[in-house]
């Protein structure tokens, strides 16, 4: 099958989990929500061969995404989905600090902007959290940190990587953090109309953009 035939049939299995969530099929959800990374890492798979470390890192990145869809999709195992997605964060930064030159950070300096934007919205996304945090302050914290580290480092990349890796990536990781802080705010402070769509639409595309960066750039050091 050529490849673009695989995205659309991947947007087709999004539109369906969609529909599920829009539609309260809980069935029809349970089932769709676990294959969109599995098919992300199929996408990933024969979009770059994982021959490299770097796509290989991404790929159990989204099986950790995928652990943590499953979790999260039963309400007394929302720390196991948490911490799944802790270390798929965590492997995310892992894998863009490989793209990134200090040597070129040093030269071109606009990250320190990004990072400034970004250390302020996290501590504001705290500061509205902390009070309904309870015993899971220091969980939500690190988390915090950590996906406001792979945004900057999804930035850092800048340099290293061709433009439209470096567009869709950050973009992604960008929809990331406003998919968490939906479901944060969700959660832990008020109840927000219609979150289940926005937090899987924004989700999904944060997952399908990291997976496409990595695709066009793993194409690009091919030519």
Same mark, same amino acid.
């Given at each position: &099958? ?70 999260? &999709? ?17 492997? *995310? ?27 302020? *919205? ?18 939500? =914290?690190? *988390? ?5 580290? &792979? ?15 470096? =567009?869709?990536?950050? =973009? ?26 926005? =937090? ?24």
């Amino acid at each position: &099958m050529k490849q673009y035939k695989l995205h659309i049939a991947f947007f087709a299995l999004a539109l369906l989990h969609l529909y599920a969530v829009f539609a309260n099929f809980p069935n029809l959800r349970f089932f769709t929500k676990p294959l969109i990374c599995l098919a992300l890492i199929f996408l990933l798979y024969k979009g770059t061969g994982l021959k490299k470390n770097i796509d290989k890192i991404i790929a159990v990145g989204l099986f950790f995404g995928c652990l943590g869809d499953t979790f999260l &999709m039963f309400q007394d195992q929302f720390v196991f989905g948490l911490a799944s997605f802790l270390v798929g964060h965590i492997l *995310y930064v892992i894998a863009f600090m490989k793209q990134t030159s200090p040597r070129l950070l040093v030269k071109h300096k606009g990250y320190i902007l990004v990072v400034g934007v970004l250390e302020t *919205y996290s501590y504001y996304l705290f500061s509205v959290l902390q009070p309904s945090l309870g015993p899971l302050k220091i969980p939500v =914290i690190l *988390y915090i940190i950590t996906i406001a580290l &792979m945004a900057i480092f999804a930035f850092t990349r800048k340099h290293t990587v061709s433009l439209w890796s470096f =567009i869709i990536t950050f =973009i992604a990781a960008l929809l990331f953090i406003v998919s968490d802080s939906i479901l944060a705010v969700d959660k832990f402070v008020a109840c927000v109309a219609n979150s289940g769509l926005m =937090i899987m639409s924004t989700y999904i595309l944060a997952q399908y953009g990291i997976t496409l960066g990595a695709i066009i750039e793993s194409k690009k050091n091919r030519l």
